[in-house]
Each structure stands twice: as C-alpha cells, then as structure tokens.
C-alpha cells in the first residue's frame, strides 16, 4: 500500500526515470533493516549494506535512456531534536563510499552493490544516492542548462541504534 510505504518512510525520490527500483537492506547479527526502519546493534558490530536497483533499460519522457554511472552511501550521526525546526542541515553526513560500474554487479537491467560501514560506535543513519552525471554533488540547474543530462535518486534513512 502506498500511503503505509509513506508512512513508514519507506520510500525513495528520484528524477528522469533513472532507476524505477531502489531495494536497500543493512544486516548484522541482530537482523535486517530497510529503507525507513531501524536495526539496533552493539557497539563497533560490523553491519553489511546491500543496495539493489533497477536501471531499466527504457526510454523516459525525454526521449533518453539514462544509465547510473554512480551510486553515494551517505552516512550522518543522529543528534537528536534540533533547537532550530527550520535546519536542514547535519553537518556530520558526508559520502563514506562512492560506487562506479566496476564496482557493482549487473544483471540484466537489477544492479546490486555490498559493502561493509565503518566501525559504528553511535547512532547513525545511512542513506544512498546515485547520479547518471558527473557532478561530485548535486548542484541547481542553471537557466539553459539540460535537465536530463543531471538525474538523480535519493533514499530515505535507515537508522542504526548502537545498544
């Protein structure tokens, strides 16, 4: 159910028809969590991350076929309630990895990237991001500028609880 998925945070952005599927899953020994979930864990437990998508092999509005030619893991500690409501800023999110085509597994239009986090010793959140371009981070478009050659996907978080 749609309304549930936006409820629960389960849900992702993206523009142009760059991908049409975003699947994100961290496991460690206490479980799995997704996209808008939570997954407790010990302090400095390894946690693996598997980001699954489809990269389909269609058309979009403009008449393109956009491919991802990266993928960001964005990772950001949790602070807690802003004194500000209106901030939209964390300033400790940053890209921790960058994933390129060399570094993904392709099968037929479904992609999939593994990889392990960091020690974690605090709350964290995780979320992913992937550009068909080449802009190291997203930037406005300027007047004139085509719009299709700049696409871009976004993941809610998926938050990790150190216990």
Known sequence: DVLDGLRRGRIFAVAGDLITELDVVIAASTGTARVGETLPIAANEQVEVTIRFLDPNTHNESGDNPQVSRVDLILGNVRGPVADPNADTNRTTRVIERFSAGEWTRNGESV???????????????????????DVEPVMD??????????????????????
């Open 142 to 163: 300027t007047i004139g500028e085509d719009p299709w050659a700049d696409l871009w996907f976004y993941s809610n978080p998926i938050f990790i609880e150190v216990r």
């Open 112 to 134: 999939t990237v593994e990889t392990t986090l960091p020690i974690i010793d605090g709350d964290v959140y995780i979320r992913v991001r992937g550009t068909n371009g080449n």
